[in-house]
């Protein structure tokens, strides 16, 4: 592998890093990592063949459902709590 094709492929997992946890924040850069990490596994056992669709349907959804990364998640479980401690 030459060293642009390498810089390339590090560019990318940066990207979905960030957008699968969020920018600027470090614990959405662990999840985004865990994404890169653990995602492609689990698509392999869905589909050995299709391994790459799969993970980037996966990656789609993720990106559609949370367009803010792991942080809206962890803002709204923040609120939903507080909202409990409220009553």
């Known amino acids: 592998m030459s060293g642009s094709a390498g810089l390339a492929v590090g560019s990318r997992s940066t990207e979905i890093t960030s957008a699968v946890g969020g920018v600027g924040w470090l614990p959405g850069s662990i999840v985004g ?7 492609p ?3 392999e056992g869905i589909s050995k063949g299709l391994s790459g669709a799969v993970f ?3 990656l789609f959804v993720v990106i559609f459902v949370v367009p803010h990364g792991a942080r809206q998640i962890a ?13």
């Open 41 to 43: 596994n689990i698509a």
């Open 75 to 87: 803002i709204f479980c923040q609120q939903t709590v507080a909202k409990f401690r409220k009553r």
């Open 56 to 58: 980037g349907v996966l």
């Open 33 to 39: 990592a865990a994404f890169i990490i653990f995602v």
